[in-house]
Each structure stands twice: as structure tokens, then as C-alpha cells.
């Protein structure tokens, strides 16, 4: 159950490997947050992110291995993290997504229909499950990490951004949903985040990095904030470059 404050207690973190989740564990657990179950992919990785959060000071850590691409186990994959947390879990995290490689991705129909289902699909039928979930317990948090780059789709990789515009669309959706029902849902739009997966590309304006990110959602989430931009002065940013004519839009540089 939460806090006195409303603070997390227990977490299940779709994606317990991405960079900005285990920031944002990392910001969680002095905040009371002892309970964490890391869902992912690379056992590998997910073994080095449960030390990370047993380090900074979880008492009870546990690993449920899943592929986001895998679409009949989603029902699933949300029981098994659901259990591993003792039934009652105060806060859910999506960040599963991948960014693939939009020269790649444009040409390859598999390689589409993979950035599409890890990244909007299995997210959002896990969301509908984990909320349905949180909606019996009557009390709950989900976090869910969209972008910048589903705000306005670029040429330049349409590929991914339309994936996360399906997800932040699902996502607004769901906050709707949820009013009422003692569910609060959050969406998370960082512009480029300095991680392992953007390593090697060129950053872009308003660069931040997974720390700054994970201060931002602790606080939007404080605030109440539904939608939660990282860093905020992009809020501002794309609510003119929503505006923009196509023509205008598809000249800036990418």
C-alpha cells in the first residue's frame, strides 16, 4: 500500500533494464519504495539492474524475463509481476520500446511490425491489464514513457515516433479512463535523453540525461501533472510545432 504521502511502496517496471527506468527506481526507493519486480528481455541486464535497486536500498527485488514482441504472454507476463509483489502494487512503469533504425525499418515490414509491437502493442495491451488490475486493488500509479518524437512525427524517424504516438495516445486515453477509479496515470515525454540508446547519435536541442528525467517524474508526479515533459520547456516548444504547416515542419532540420 502507499505511504501516508501517497508515495509508492512497491513497483512493477516494464523494461527494468532502459537507462530512465532504473533512474527513476533509483529516485523511488529512498522514497519508500522497497518492493520491486524488473520485467525485461536480457537476463543479463535485468540481474544488473536488480543489484542497482538492492544496492540503492530494496529490501525485496525479484526478475520476470518476457519478450515484448511475444504477444499472447502479455496477460501473463502482468500476473507473474503482479504476484512476485505480493498482490498489492502501488506503481506500474512502461518503459518497454525500442528505437530500431528507420533507414532499416522503412523497407523491412518485419523489422516495422516488431518497432510497432515492442513499442505500442505489447505496452498498451500491458497497460489495459496492469490497470484492470490496479482498478480491483481501488488505489495505484501508472508511469508510462513516451516521447517528444510522438508528439509530431519527423521524416526523419517516423518509424518510432509513430510508434510512441500510438503509446502516448493510449496513454491520455487511459488517464481518462481512470478518473475516478483511484488510478492515477502519468505520461512521460522526454526530448532526447543521453542513454545507451541513443548513444552514438548526434544530441539534439534540450538534451537531458536519465537523472534529470527521473526528477521530473517524481515531481510531476507530486504536482499531479498528467502529462509530464522532460525537460518542461519543450511543453512550450511543441505546442508550436504543432502548429506548423507541413511544408514548414518537414524543412526544419532533423
Known amino acids: 500500500m502507499q ?4 508515495r509508492p511502496q512497491s513497483a512493477v517496471v516494464f523494461g527494468g533494464t532502459s537507462d530512465i527506468a532504473r533512474a527513476i527506481v533509483e529516485r523511488l526507493i529512498p522514497l519508500g519504495c522497497r518492493t520491486v519486480v524488473l520485467a525485461g528481455r536480457d537476463a543479463t541486464a535485468l540481474a544488473k539492474s ?3 535497486a538492492r544496492a540503492t536500498g530494496a529490501t525485496q527485488v525479484d526478475e520476470v524475463i518476457f519478450d515484448a514482441r511475444n504477444l499472447p504472454d502479455v496477460s501473463s507476463v502482468v500476473a507473474d509481476c ?4 505480493g498482490g498489492d502494487v502501488d506503481l506500474v512503469l512502461m518503459a518497454v520500446g525500442v528505437l530500431g533504425n528507420q533507414e532499416r525499418d522503412e523497407v ?3 523489422a516495422t511490425a516488431d518497432v510497432l509491437t515492442a513499442s505500442t502493442v505489447w505496452p498498451a495491451a500491458a497497460l489495459a491489464a496492469s490497470f484492470e488490475k490496479l482498478k480491483k486493488q481501488g488505489h495505484g500509479k501508472i508511469v508510462v514513457l513516451s516521447s517528444v518524437a510522438g508528439v509530431r512525427v519527423r521524416r526523419a524517424n517516423y518509424v518510432y515516433g509513430a510508434a510512441k504516438s500510438g503509446l502516448d495516445a493510449y496513454a491520455i486515453g487511459l488517464s481518462e479512463a481512470a478518473r475516478g477509479t483511484g488510478v492515477d496515470v502519468y505520461v512521460v515525454r522526454p526530448g532526447f535523453v543521453k542513454t545507451k540508446m541513443t548513444e552514438g547519435l548526434p544530441a539534439a536541442p534540450f538534451s537531458t540525461d536519465r537523472a534529470a528525467v527521473a526528477d521530473a517524474v ?3 508526479m507530486e504536482q499531479g501533472q498528467t502529462v509530464i515533459w522532460a525537460p518542461a520547456p519543450l511543453r512550450y516548444l511543441f505546442n508550436v510545432f504543432r502548429l506548423l504547416p507541413q511544408f514548414v515542419w518537414r524543412r526544419l532540420p532533423g
Open 50 to 52: 536488480a543489484e542497482e
Open 108 to 110: 523491412d515490414a518485419a
Open 82 to 85: 503482479f504476484a512476485a509483489a
Open 3 to 6: 505511504d501516508a504521502f501517497g
Open 218 to 220: 517524481i515531481r510531476g
